[in-house]
């Protein structure tokens, strides 16, 4: 599995903070991104986007809800076609499918196109490991897997690198002259992976969608690297997570209207590829094997907590990402695991432990930008929340991070609130003792506490007011009408 | 020849894996759910109904679609050539091979070709053409070789979808998944026929074609909306990363 670094959120969102070429990167897409989208949603309709969405959230409900019958229909039509399908427990076990399948069948090369869930298993490295030359196609993986990085963004992977950065990479990597024209680099790397698409014996994809009724793995792509990948090579493996599952034919096209519409605003993206098994023996070429891999590695946890399930009807489209105000400003790598932004401040912490991760859902001010934007609507405020309560109060010694001392305090203010003379005479030593730390109002950064400067570190401490809303009120709110004058 | 490895199924075993997901859900037994949008095993009468049904729609607009695929597909950075004169379709052919300068050309073995005529006209011009026919001959790695050579790459439409401005082609014999993909330029030609309204009319048929087939959907089935891009770099859009750069429709309508 991908390494976990959930806990250093803090400092690496701080760091993030500063890197000004992050930055203006970051306000290009939420601009970018998020225009496109709204034009595209104009475009129909919002009535018609309102419908789309629903009928979309629907579906998602109803193949979870059945997921094992939908599983098991797509099993048996997969096979009908003439393909494998292999059930993975966990990110092991699913490197090994991918590892076994390679070594019985002699690959050498394997040509990627994006996955997620590949990045989520670290599959490259399980199958370099194993003897394996693997070359990510998309552009921005290919960048990416040639800086040695992990991807910052769920549809623009290598968002967080300037044209300089890669230009200076590809001169390093590949030999090739420097240059600012993105063209170029564009060429650079047709070229150098249109060769390697040519003598792959294997081909690994994603999946956005598995279609049940039929047997179908859905790839959505700009680039045509993922028609590549599924056409040229003789082996060709699917591998996604199991919640890609959807009923029927006819129940795709509204996904295939919200997701591009959703991630760059377009009405669709250049190639919608649907394979369904390998080559038949009337078909000109293709692949001759087709094996799909489905991924548990945590989902069914998910899938059993009636509070976090529908984090799995997420289509991985980055609105949500492109909105957040969070994200906005950190970026996508500071959330210390594959899945960034909004949504990965749920899943991560649903497949790496909670307490792994347990900075991640308080990454969010919970302004709810996220929900709206949503395709499916996924309530992604209310889950948070959820995680935050849990990592409060949770009787699992695995989810609970509250420390003894946060705990006492938190005790010792339930206390206080409920005991009005306790709370106005702590309110007066309180006031006493800010005294020689208040300036403006705020109380300076160099109190030599190391719980309130802590918190003063990142942000301003009001100081505690002369007198106490509940002091005026006992002075019968003379003293108010006199504020109001 | 060594027997190759049997492959059917590594990792956990089917119904300990969803045995798993059923308890996951809070269930000991399997159900079969209620059907959602339309029932899953529809039969073929019913399917052809309504296929029939969207056929007569699809006539009777025809001359609208048209217009509306033209737009769509415009906007999608298709170029588009709008002509119902075979003559002016071939001279259109024949000037982009011209323009681009181009020695190999291939084309895919579909019936649109038969009623054309591009193929000696095309030669006339001087380029090698490549037909991607299915014989033994042809077939396996020349095929490909061939289509990596060619600069332009000439395929029908099995659909063509006014909604989306897309380009619908399934396999069949004689054509290569590489034709609209590997070459640099990609022309396809659409006729009045293969005009449809949006995806769902689509599904609609290759759902059909599917029970027809006795449940085969045929190995693959490809949307194609314009030329490859990408905005990986600076969200900076370029054309042409691994598929074609530029791409061409004639509309014979
Ligand atoms: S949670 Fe919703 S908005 Fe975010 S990536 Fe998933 S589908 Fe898109």
Same mark, same amino acid.
């Given at each position: 599995?991908?390494?976990?670094?959930?806990?250093?959120?803090?400092?690496?969102?701080?760091?993030?903070?500063?890197? *000004?070429?992050?930055?203006?990167?970051?306000?290009?897409?939420?601009?970018?991104?998020?225009?496109?989208?709204?034009?595209?949603?104009?475009?129909?309709?919002?009535?018609?986007?309102?419908?789309?969405?629903?009928?979309?959230?629907?579906?998602?409900?109803?193949?979870?809800?059945?997921?094992?019958?939908?599983?098991?229909?797509?099993?048996?039509?997969?096979?009908?076609?003439?393909?494998?399908?292999?059930?993975?427990?966990?990110?092991?076990?699913?490197?090994?499918?991918?590892?076994?399948?390679?070594?019985?069948?002699?690959?050498?090369?394997?040509?990627?196109?994006?996955?997620?869930?590949?990045?989520?298993?670290?599959?490259?490295?399980?199958?370099?490991?194993?003897?394996?030359?693997?070359?990510?196609?998309?552009?921005?993986?290919?960048?990416?897997?040639?800086?040695?990085?992990?991807?910052?963004?769920?549809?623009?992977?290598?968002?967080?690198?300037?044209?300089?950065?890669?230009?200076?990479?590809?001169?390093?990597?590949?030999?090739?002259?420097?240059?600012?024209?993105?063209?170029?680099?564009?060429?650079?790397?047709?070229?150098?992976?249109?060769?390697?698409?040519?003598? *792959?014996?294997?081909?690994?994809?994603?999946?956005?969608?598995?279609?049940?009724?039929?047997?179908?793995?859905?790839?959505?792509?700009?680039?045509?690297?993922?028609?590549?990948?599924?056409?040229?090579?003789?082996?060709?493996?699917?591998?996604?997570?199991?919640?890609?599952?959807?009923?029927?034919?006819?129940?795709?096209?509204?996904?295939?209207?919200?997701?591009?519409?959703?991630?760059?605003?377009?009405?669709?993206?250049?190639?919608?590829?649907?394979?369904?098994?390998?080559?038949?023996?009337?078909?000109?070429?293709?692949?001759?094997?087709?094996?799909?891999?489905?991924?548990?590695?945590?989902?069914?946890?998910?899938?059993?907590?009636?509070?976090?399930?529908?984090?799995?009807?997420?289509?991985?489209?980055?609105?949500?990402?492109?909105?957040?105000?969070?994200?906005?400003?950190?970026?996508?790598?500071?959330?210390?695991?594959?899945?960034?932004?909004?949504?990965?401040?749920?899943?991560?912490?649903?497949?790496?432990?909670?307490?792994? *991760?347990?900075?991640?859902?308080?990454?969010?001010?919970?302004?709810?930008?996220?929900?709206?934007?949503?395709?499916?609507?996924?309530?992604?405020?209310?889950?948070?929340?959820?995680?935050?309560?849990?990592?409060?109060?949770?009787?699992?010694?695995?989810?609970?991070?509250?420390?003894?001392?946060?705990?006492?305090?938190?005790?010792?203010?339930?206390?206080?609130?409920?005991?009005?003379?306790?709370?106005?005479?702590?309110?007066?030593?309180?006031?006493?003792?800010?005294?020689?730390?208040?300036?403006?109002?705020?109380?300076?950064?160099?109190?030599?506490?190391?719980?309130?400067?802590?918190?003063?570190?990142?942000?301003?401490?009001?100081?505690?007011?002369?007198?106490?809303?509940?002091?005026?009120?006992?002075?019968?709110?003379?003293?108010?009408?006199?504020?109001?004058? | 020849?060594?027997?190759?490895?049997?492959?059917?199924?590594?990792?956990?075993?089917?119904?300990?894996?969803?045995?798993?997901?059923?308890?996951?859900?809070?269930?000991?037994?399997?159900?079969?759910?209620?059907?959602?949008?339309?029932?899953?095993?529809?039969?073929?009468?019913?399917?052809?109904?309504?296929?029939?049904?969207?056929?007569?729609?699809?006539?009777?607009?025809?001359?609208?679609?048209?217009?509306?695929?033209?737009?769509?597909?415009?906007?999608?950075?298709?170029?588009?050539?709008?002509?119902?004169?075979?003559?002016?379709?071939?001279?259109?052919?024949?000037?982009?091979?011209?323009?681009?300068?181009?020695?190999?050309?291939?084309?895919?073995?579909?019936?649109?070709?038969?009623?054309?005529?591009?193929?000696?006209?095309?030669?006339?011009?001087?380029?090698?053409?490549?037909?991607?026919?299915?014989?033994?001959?042809?077939?396996?790695?020349?095929?490909?070789?061939?289509?990596?050579?060619?600069?332009?790459?000439?395929?029908?439409?099995?659909?063509?979808?006014?909604?989306?401005?897309?380009?619908?082609?399934?396999?069949?014999?004689?054509?290569?998944?590489?034709?609209?993909?590997?070459?640099?330029?990609?022309?396809?030609?659409?006729?009045?026929?293969?005009?449809?309204?949006?995806?769902?009319?689509?599904?609609?048929?290759?759902?059909?074609?599917?029970?027809?087939?006795?449940?085969?959907?045929?190995?693959?089935?490809?949307?194609?909306?314009?030329?490859?891009?990408?905005?990986?770099?600076?969200?900076?859009?370029?054309?042409?990363?691994?598929?074609?750069?530029?791409?061409?429709?004639?509309?014979?309508?």
């Amino acid at each position: 599995m991908a390494e976990v670094k959930t806990r250093e959120f803090v400092s690496a969102s701080d760091s993030a903070m500063k890197d *000004a070429s992050l930055r203006r990167a970051l306000r290009q897409v939420g601009g970018g991104f998020n225009e496109a989208r709204l034009e595209a949603i104009e475009e129909v309709s919002w009535e018609t986007w309102e419908e789309w969405r629903e009928e979309a959230r629907r579906t998602k409900i109803h193949a979870l809800e059945n997921l094992d019958y939908y599983l098991e229909l797509l099993h048996d039509r997969v096979t009908a076609a003439g393909g494998h399908v292999h059930f993975a427990r966990d990110a092991s076990q699913a490197n090994s499918i991918v590892a076994e399948i390679a070594r019985s069948r002699n690959v050498k090369i394997a040509t990627k196109s994006k996955s997620m869930v590949s990045e989520e298993l670290d599959l490259n490295q399980s199958l370099e490991a194993n003897g394996v030359e693997v070359y990510e196609t998309d552009l921005g993986e290919y960048i990416i897997q040639l800086a040695g990085e992990t991807p910052s963004h769920l549809v623009a992977p290598a968002l967080h690198k300037t044209k300089e950065q890669v230009s200076e990479l590809f001169h390093q990597e590949l030999g090739v002259p420097l240059t600012d024209d993105i063209e170029e680099m564009a060429r650079v790397a047709r070229r150098v992976l249109r060769e390697k698409f040519l003598s *792959a014996d294997l081909g690994i994809s994603g999946a956005n969608f598995l279609v049940a009724e039929t047997g179908t793995l859905v790839i959505i792509t700009n680039e045509g690297n993922g028609r590549l990948c599924t056409s040229a090579p003789r082996i060709h493996i699917g591998i996604t997570g199991m919640e890609k599952v959807i009923p029927s034919l006819q129940d795709l096209a509204v996904f295939l209207r919200l997701l591009p519409r959703s991630a760059t605003g377009q009405r669709l993206t250049s190639y919608v590829s649907m394979v369904t098994g390998p080559r038949r023996n009337d078909d000109e070429d293709g692949p001759e094997e087709f094996h799909l891999v489905l991924v548990d590695n945590g989902r069914s946890r998910l899938l059993a907590d009636p509070d976090l399930r529908e984090a799995l009807y997420c289509i991985r489209c980055g609105a949500c990402l492109n909105i957040c105000p969070v994200y906005g400003k950190i970026g996508g790598h500071a959330y210390g695991w594959v899945y960034p932004g909004p949504i990965g401040a749920i899943v991560s912490p649903a497949l790496v432990g909670l307490k792994e *991760a347990k900075d991640l859902p308080h990454a969010s001010s919970l302004c709810g930008a996220c929900r709206e934007v949503c395709p499916i609507r996924i309530n992604i405020p209310r889950m948070l929340l959820h995680l935050r309560h849990r990592l409060a109060e949770s009787p699992l010694e695995t989810e609970n991070a509250t420390t003894t001392g946060e705990r006492q305090a938190a005790q010792a203010y339930s206390w206080l609130m409920s005991n009005p003379a306790a709370l106005s005479a702590a309110a007066k030593v309180g006031r006493l003792v800010q005294k020689p730390f208040v300036s403006g109002g705020k109380v300076s950064k160099r109190v030599p506490l190391p719980l309130v400067s802590k918190w003063t570190g990142g942000r301003d401490l009001p100081a505690l007011p002369r007198q106490t809303f509940r002091e005026m009120w006992a002075q019968g709110l003379e003293s108010v009408a006199e504020l109001r004058e | 020849m060594v027997e190759k490895q049997n492959l059917t199924s590594l990792g956990v075993p089917k119904d300990d894996f969803l045995d798993h997901v059923r308890r996951s859900l809070g269930r000991t037994h399997p159900v079969v759910p209620p059907p959602l949008h339309l029932p899953l095993t529809e039969n073929l009468a019913d399917l052809e109904g309504r296929a029939a049904a969207a056929r007569e729609r699809l006539e009777e607009t025809r001359g609208e679609l048209a217009d509306r695929f033209e737009g769509t597909a415009r906007a999608r950075n298709w170029n588009v050539f709008r002509t119902s004169s075979a003559e002016e379709s071939i001279g259109y052919i024949t000037q982009l091979a011209g323009r681009l300068g181009i020695s190999r050309a291939a084309r895919a073995d579909q019936p649109v070709f038969g009623e054309l005529g591009v193929d000696s006209a095309l030669r006339n011009t001087g380029v090698e053409l490549f037909v991607a026919a299915h014989d033994e001959s042809t077939s396996g790695p020349r095929v490909r070789d061939r289509i990596i050579e060619s600069g332009l790459g000439i395929t029908g439409a099995d659909y063509a979808v006014a909604e989306t401005g897309s380009v619908v082609v399934v396999p069949r014999q004689g054509l290569s998944r590489l034709v609209s993909l590997v070459p640099p330029v990609h022309l396809a030609i659409v006729r009045p026929k293969d005009l449809v309204e949006s995806i769902d009319d689509v599904f609609l048929f290759r759902r059909l074609e599917y029970l027809r087939n006795g449940g085969d959907m045929g190995s693959y089935l490809n949307f194609i909306t314009g030329p490859s891009r990408t905005a990986d770099i600076e969200m900076k859009l370029v054309v042409g990363v691994h598929g074609p750069r530029e791409v061409h429709l004639v509309l014979l309508a």
